[in-house]
């Protein structure tokens, strides 16, 4: 099939529930992408922070081809050596204590089962989340989930959910009540714009779980396995939770989720509580497994840490030279720019000139490159988005300038 074709099959088929880009990606390698046509890209969306260990990584797909000639599918009524290796390994790197797995196969299904879990272990059905956090699309993880668009159409969701200001300790402890069972935060927020947990925020939050008997999450789907320059991006403020939601990157790209939690938690669940017919399955644990080994051996937590301080410089003098950037937040290599217009264009220009990025909002640029990039194609993406940030502040001081109106405060 041509371009063209490819297309109109997706328009005309597929569920109309994606804002799609203009290019038809049919390889990937590392940090590059490359079209239909032949045309590369530099990667900066990393499949919505999927790629952890880039495309195609070697090591995976040599893990998934021996797995895929012995056994893909096993379900968890049955043992499985895939499994025992992967849940051996997830143990392993994960905090003391935080010693039982349930494996699922994405984030929000992760989110879903730690918000049963912890219901079931405090007898409370209450959740406090956080405005602007994001869990997921399911009716339980949007329940917990900011943004209204997201919401409006689906209503009721879960009755028992309230939302408190992220990094405002006093406003959880007022909408605390004797019911309040769980509260469920991302260290970093992702979609709604790489909002950093202030210092404080998630220890205050842990004394509180603390002195109230209450479950505390973290969703760690976007954060997890290096991407922020520790294992789990809580390690920067040594905070340690119940639960951990996880999944994204954790397999190289199969469908894998996993929710950790501390045994005398997983426990509170009995057979049949709650299961999935392809969590786990020898398949997707194969790739994760491969890709745990990956991370260690590769040293890409510590990269991620390296090549982030330098891809946060380049965005930083970015900010310093262009009015239209308004901030620059983020840890290791989960970045966001946010401007002060539309990053539509940006985004569209971006990709004519070899570059792929991803949004959150209408005006904040989000960056979740594989933590295989080089840093040579950093300072190349950063060359290529100053130019069309310096493009788009002409433009906007043209209109503004010709409306009598230029203000970029």
Not at 277 to 298: Q, R, V
């Amino acid at each position: 099939m041509n371009e063209r074709e490819i297309k109109e099959i997706e328009d005309r088929y597929f569920a109309p529930v994606y804002e799609k880009l203009p290019i038809v990606i049919v390889k990937g390698r590392e940090a590059t992408l490359w079209d239909i046509n032949g045309k590369e890209y530099i990667d900066c969306m990393g499949g919505y922070g999927v790629a952890i260990v880039g495309h195609c990584n070697k090591k995976v797909i040599e893990a998934i081809n021996e797995q895929s000639k012995r056994l893909i599918t096993c379900h968890g009524s049955l043992y499985n050596d895939a499994r025992a290796e992967l849940l051996e390994k997830i143990v392993k790197i994960s905090p003391k204590g935080l010693d039982n797995v349930y494996l699922c196969n994405s984030g929000a299904e992760a989110v879903e089962c730690a918000l049963k879990l912890a219901r079931k272990y405090s007898g409370k059905p209450e959740v406090i989340a956080m405005t602007k956090g994001y869990h997921g699309k399911t009716l339980g993880a949007l329940s917990v989930t900011w943004n209204q668009k997201y919401r409006l159409s689906f209503l009721p969701l879960l009755s028992d959910v309230k939302f408190a200001p992220f990094g405002d300790t006093e406003k959880v402890r007022e909408t605390l009540t004797e019911k309040t069972g769980a509260i469920i935060v991302e260290p970093i927020q992702g979609e709604s714009g790489i909002y950093v947990a202030p210092d404080g925020f998630l220890k205050e939050l842990r004394e509180i779980c603390d002195e109230k008997n209450i479950v505390l999450i973290f969703d760690e789907v976007q954060t997890g396995f290096g991407r922020t320059g520790k294992m789990w991006a809580f390690e920067h403020w040594n905070v340690v939770p119940d639960v951990i939601c996880l999944a994204k990157g954790m397999a190289g790209g199969l469908p894998l989720g996993a929710t950790l939690a501390k045994s005398e938690i997983m426990s509170a669940f009995k057979t049949g509580d709650h299961t999935s017919t392809f969590g786990g399955n020898p398949l997707s644990c194969a790739a994760a497994s491969a890709t745990i080994d990956y991370i260690l051996e590769e040293k890409l937590v510590e990269r991620a840490a390296n090549l982030g301080t330098i891809f946060k410089k380049r965005l930083e003098n970015i900010k310093e030279n262009h009015r239209i950037v308004r901030d620059v937040r983020g840890l290791g290599l989960m970045l966001g720019m946010e401007l002060r217009f539309d990053i539509k264009n940006i985004l569209m220009r971006g990709i004519e000139k070899g570059l792929i990025m991803l949004y959150s909002g209408k005006n904040i640029l989000r960056f979740l490159p594989p933590l295989v990039i080089s840093e040579k194609q950093i300072h190349k993406a950063m060359d290529i988005l100053e130019g069309l940030v310096s493009e788009d502040e002409k433009v906007k001081i043209e209109v503004r300038s010709q409306e009598n109106n230029y203000d970029l405060r």
